[in-house]
């Protein structure tokens, strides 16, 4: 391909940065260094006859070292090297007509490109759309694939916003992943990171006053959303979303973290990063949408601009999440201690915050404010995504920590919640492998850095070391990749047919994914841990516990059982459900 | 006073104070040293019999040296001595009944108790308060009383916030005050700082964690409003604000610089504190109200709780303010550059936020966000307050640095504008005190260093040295007290008539406090400069130039003159205006 451009193209480029502050600006090629001029708004541009497609090149900022594009669309050679000329225009999209479908009928599916296949490429990712069809995924969600520093890694220490990952392929090999995933009716999703840079090959201050002073986040300098020249800086990130939706296809955005986006202005930076989303949305004819993570459970995020939100289309439930892990392993450590109660799960059906507005014992505050009246499509789902895994010492599933049995339950409560549910890669299997954090920078005293932070942070919950995987070594990347192979077993594959049944039940019944919350009605008992569910004409029973149980009938349910993870579960009077079970009564179709 | 509490009673007294991570803590009399109990919610408490009001405390938090109440009611030795014992309940209060006028029809009044009298004390106020009265102001407005280190000072450097200044008066003295402005039917309004302490005698951090090192201000740490622990922070400012109101009689409470309340909760400090005045408000049965000062133009202080906003009840309009001084002054430096237009002005007039959206040259970005369907009486306008005259070199008054005339023509801009009008000590009368910034910390290091910086500040600006005022020096506090005298002269008590006259004709006409910016009409010429309002039946016609002037009438205008700073204005087919010069015509009543 690289070649291909080299040759082929004699066509002028126009060469554009964002400097601000600088006194002069160039552009360095093969050919030589080229002069740029100051435009308005801080704006440096030069036309170089000698460019085009394929052309390698670097920006000079008032005579310091070559340094590649902030908007790179390409970095072939790593983040320190020279960016490559892309013309986005150059792709043959054979998706048409593609619309994805809206997130209240949604099955999201997470995965990251560097472990999903043994190759770990945009290429090798195709091969395994169809078991996703199959499985009844409606939307795919891609983990970070902005270039980052290092042949493997995460994705959330990208610096080359505007540029895939070159180790998993070029911007060509990306779009055919989402050009093949529209073909077979699957959305594409990308998580970006807009809170931070990652520490290595970050080159942005030299160019501008990207980063604040005034804010901090855990991972490093705050992005300059609200001082001077922030115009310019939400530009970049603003371009940055509009570029993956326009260029690369993509039908929305995972936004990660954006309790690390601290930001005092009137009209946040979230806030017009959604209405330009929507304008582009109007403008080429597709749906699209933005999700947020947010540790705030603050609903302004999605609320409507008319109430006083920023109309974000959705945001991760972690509350939801924490409720069930708890409930399904017992664990109470770290922020797991303001969960546990079967209570707490049954109140998660019925609300995506447990925390709105009541005292946190982990985080020693008041947290939270009630969600009113959003509808549940609001909020996703899950029992696994990729920091409830990776970030654990050994990062180890939790459905590989558990009975399957009663990992049949946690899948079956999270496909019939009123939320949106995300799957994590290989959990339609109960994948062997683990998700483990790993990381491999250019710089071996970063990776020191890294490793060092990670035994000392689960050091102090008293794992030691050898049981914490090094992030740094290779055999932790290999490790985290999937199986497929696994699919063949049996075990696996009666786990992947509950899933499609589970899934294919939540399309079948409205009232599954019509997302009134206030038409949920749910009972528990925290001592003998069993949990009622009722969603219109759809009865949801589950025995959490060790024991057989009998549970509570209301004569107006159905008997009829439309699914059930068990065959001995028995309903006439009494509902009879073995020990980690689960039972779905519904009308007979 | 004290002697008196100290020989009359011999209650027991239960000392309490809040230390979420003390293992040990004790309160010190003369009688001795008490170990006090933990309680919940990190609250330690102990009775003890020999005190009573007046006796004279201090805590030892984990064996360290002695530190005042952090909550202290009264502080008779300065901010680093012993608190002393105080019973609310004891003042004889003698103004049931008393209510607050709304802020659609009041006319503020801000001043500072240290400069306002020679004595610079609560007492010598009350002697001032007729004035106030017949001047026709409805609130005053106090600028901080909270203990601060020094004997002189603004105000904003307070570190006991719930005890008045012990060199202004005792807590009895300053209810005294409150009490003589009910009894003339003056509301009494008090400036509180919640984003931060002064310097000097603040203890808090050795008891809690007050502060976060997450979140940054101009003027040292920013308060824990959001971090772990902030439940109890939220509560230290909520009961300050609550304890004012309701142990002080203050009808309502001035919010400093509320942008520099970082909080990124999802129930922001801001909106409880709202909604805990309103519970107070409704307890009490008197109306009270929270006025923020804040540099964000962001209408969502002021918004309804159900369109997302945090209900204040208004905001100071800085642009306003930035609009009407550049047309009256000709500046331009610093925050000036993004104003000086009439055009600008006459926009003021129908928008309370010239930046709602739009790039500003000062800040370096776009600011501010449109304030839709507010009513004017959420934001206030002024001419002067303390920080516009303060925080300049000389800390001269606009009024005393451009003609008696154009004074005239600014003055009526306020008093007859949409907002709540709000004038700064001696303005009535174009005092010729200046109100220059002056301290004076226990800590002769702090003093220098103050007095460097604000010799650096205003050098950037081309300032020379002697130009600008001492901050430490004593004659710079004894150079902007008030000169009443002052009033005797013939200038002066014209210009007391043309404000009672202003403010008489506001009061008169409905239009004028009618809040609706939407029927406001304006037109200018930033050339020959003159500004034309309407409001409803009054048209307001100001020459803005040296020199006089004819403006265009619209046939439909009144031609009757309710009012006129000049005696030869004329209006028939044109307007004649004088240089300098404004005319409110209206219907003959």
Redesign the interface.
């Known amino acids: 391909m690289e070649q291909f451009h080299r040759l082929s193209r004699n066509a002028m480029h126009t060469f554009a940065v964002w400097s601000p502050k600088a006194e002069q600006v160039s552009v360095v090629t093969d050919e030589g260094e080229f002069s740029m001029q100051r435009e308005d708004r801080g704006w440096w541009r030069v036309a170089v006859a000698s460019a085009g497609p394929g052309t390698r090149y670097a920006f000079r900022v008032d005579g310091g070292s070559e340094r590649p594009d902030p908007r790179s669309p390409f970095q072939p050679d790593g983040p320190h090297a020279r960016s490559r000329v892309v013309d986005h225009s150059e792709f043959r999209w054979t998706d048409a007509g593609f619309q994805a479908k809206p997130l209240s009928s949604a099955v999201i599916y997470e995965l990251h490109i560097g472990t999903f296949t043994e190759a770990g490429t945009f290429h090798a990712a195709i091969e395994r759309l169809d078991h996703l069809v199959d499985l009844g995924v409606t939307h795919v969600e891609l983990m970070p694939v902005a270039e980052f520093d290092g042949d493997r890694g995460w994705g959330y220490d990208g610096v080359d916003l505007f540029a895939p990952h070159h180790h998993y392929g070029d911007p060509g090999s990306l779009k055919s992943l989402v050009n093949a995933c529209h073909e077979r009716g699957l959305a594409v999703l990308l998580d970006v990171v807009y809170n931070h840079l990652g520490p290595s090959g970050n080159y942005l201050r030299e160019f501008g006053p990207y980063f604040s002073d ?3 986040t855990p991972w490093g300098e705050a992005v300059n959303f ?6 310019g800086v939400r530009r970049f990130f603003c371009d940055n979303a509009l570029m993956w939706l326009r260029d690369y296809h993509f039908d929305g955005l995972r936004l990660d973290a954006v ?1 690390a986006i ?1 930001d ?4 946040p930076f979230l806030e017009q990063l959604a209405l330009e989303v929507e304008q582009l949305q109007a403008h080429l004819g597709r749906h699209l949408v933005l999700i947020a993570e947010s540790d ?5 995020l999605v ?1 409507s601009r ?4 920023m109309e974000l289309d959705a945001q991760w439930s972690d509350d939801f999440h924490h409720a069930l892990h708890t409930v399904l392993s017992g664990e109470t450590s770290g922020y797991y201690a303001d969960f546990g109660a079967v209570s707490d799960l049954a109140k998660a059906f019925q609300q995506p915050f447990l925390y709105a ?1 009541e ?1 946190s014992q982990f ?7 009630p969600p009113t009246e959003l509808p549940a499509h609001r909020f996703l789902a899950y029992m696994h995504n990729h920091d409830q895994i990776g970030n654990r010492a050994a990062g180890d599933r939790l459905a590989s920590g558990i009975d399957a049995d009663l990992a049949m339950v946690g899948a079956a409560l999270v496909l019939l919640s009123p939320y949106v549910p995300m799957l994590f890669q290989g959990e339609e299997w109960r994948a062997s492998s683990p998700f483990q954090y790993f990381v491999n920078f250019g710089d071996a005293e970063l990776n020191r850095a890294v490793r060092e932070g990670r035994r000392r942070e689960f050091g102090e919950f008293g794992w030691r070391p050898e049981q914490i995987a090094d992030p740094t070594d290779e055999a932790t990347f290999q490790r985290s990749k999937l199986k497929w192979s696994e699919l063949d077993g049996a075990e696996h594959s009666q786990m992947v047919a509950w899933y499609k049944q589970l899934i294919e039940l939540r399309r079948r019944i409205p009232a599954l994914t019509d997302g009134r919350l206030e038409l949920i009605e749910s009972e528990c008992d925290d001592e003998r841990r069993w949990l009622l569910v009722e969603r219109g004409p759809i009865a949801i029973l589950a025995n959490l516990s060790e024991q057989p149980l009998e549970l509570p009938m209301k004569p107006e349910w159905p008997t009829h059982v439309l699914l059930a993870s068990k065959p001995d579960i028995r309903i006439d009077a009494a509902a009879r459900l073995p020990a980690n079970s689960i039972a779905v009564l519904g009308p007979e179709e």
């Open positions: 005034r804010h901090h609200d001082g001077p020249y922030s115009d309790h601290v005092t202005s009137a009209i705030l459970n603050d609903p302004r609320r008319e109430s006083g939100g507005g005292a985080r020693r505050r008041r947290h939270g404010r």
